[in-house]
C-alpha cells in the first residue's frame, strides 16, 4: 500500500508577522502581540524572530518578556487582520487539494497524495506553497512533509522559519526519536512529567517502550502515544467544506493563556455558551445535547456530551450542563482550548413535548431573560456583559466573522 503524503503547514510567527507586515517601522524592532498589554499580567500571544532571538517566549508575561527585551514593542491583537490573512491562505491551500484540515488560525495539514500528477512531489508542494505564502502576503511559511499527520507537525516544528522538513520511513527515526517526548502531539507537561518518572525522556524511548506498562499507566492514550511514535497514525485529512445543513451549533475559543482553574474554566464557558445560545436563538433553534470539546496543551483533545432535560436556547442551562460535563472529565492538565456545542436542535415553531416539571418553568424563565437582553443588547448596542467576565485576560472577544477556526469543517 502506498504511503499518504501530508503536509503540515504553519506560518511562523503568525501574529507578530502579520503585525509587521502591516507597520514597517516595526519589522526592525523586538515585537509581541500581547492580551490586554496596557496590563502588567498581560502575556505574549506572539513574537517577532528578533524578540525570539532574545528569549522572549510565548506565554510570557510581558514584564518577564521586557526584563529579557528592554525595548520590546507591544500591541494588542487584531483578529480581524489575523483571519484575513488566515483565509487568504486557506484559498492558496486548496489550490493544491482539497483535503485541507485547519489546526488554529496559522496551521493547517493538507493531503496533497492526489495532487502529486499536478504539481510534484511532496516536498516540490510544499516549497511551492512557501514561495507563494511569501510572495502573496509576505508571511512565511514552515512546512512538514510526511505519511502521517503527526510526523507532519514535527516537521513543520523542526525548522523554522521559512523551511520544507521532509520525514519519511527512512530517516523518522534519525530525525524525531532523539526529540523530547513532549515535542509530540499527546505528550503535554503533566504527561511528560510521568513518562520521566518511568525514565521515558525521548520519543524513541516512548517507541520502544512496552504497551503494557503505556496501558497501565494512561490507559488506551499510552498506547496511542507509543504508535505514534512508530509513525503509525492512520488519522485521516478531513475535508474542508464550504456548507452543510445545520445539525449543531457551537463556538471555541483558544484562550490567551492555559486555563488552570475550575474558575476560569467557568468563565470561559458562560461565554462561549453566551455566544453559541445567541447564535441559537438568531437561528431559530433549540437544543437538547451539549457536547464540549477540550484541547489541553500538549494539543491532546476530547469532546464529551450530555443530554438536558428540556430543549432550550438558555444560555444559563446551556452552561450549567457544559461545566458539568467539563468538570467530570477534565483531569487537571492545563487546558489551551474550549468548545462547546449543541445538537439534537429543533425548530421554534416545531411542537414540543409540554411539562410540568420545575426544569421546564425554570427553562422559561431563563429563555425570557435571554429574549430580553438580546432586545436590549441589538437596540443600544451590546451594553448587557455577564459581570464576572469583565477584566478577564484570557477571554478575547471576537465577532462570527473572526472565529478562530475561521473554515467551515
Known sequence: MTDRVIL???LNNFYASAECISHDEWKSVPLAVCGNPELRHGVVLAKNEIAKKLGVKTGDVIWEAKRKAPNLVTVAPHFDL???????????YNEFTDMVEPFGADECWLDVTGSQKLFGDGKTIADKIRARVKDESGLT?????SFNKVFAKLGSDLKKPDATTVID???FKRLIWGLKADDMLMVGRRIYERL??????TIGDLARADGNMLKSNFGINGLKMKAFANGEDTEPVREAVKS???KSIGHGMTAVRDIETIDDARDLIYYLCERVAARMRKSGFRGALVSVGMRDSSLFSIVRQRKMNVPTYSSTEIAECALAVFADNWNGDPMRTIT???SKLEKFDEPRQLSFLTDSARNDKLEKLDETLDKLNFKYGNIVHRASLLGKDFIYDKNDAEDFLPFQR
Open 82 to 92: 489575523y483571519m484575513s490573512y488566515s483565509r487568504r491562505m486557506f484559498e492558496l
Open 196 to 201: 520521566l518518572k518511568l525514565n521515558i525522556i
Open 340 to 342: 462547546v456545542g449543541v
Open 8 to 10: 503540515h503547514c504553519d
Open 169 to 171: 520511513r527512512e530517516n
Open 141 to 145: 511559511c514552515s512546512v512538514g512533509v
Open 244 to 246: 452543510r445543513d445545520v
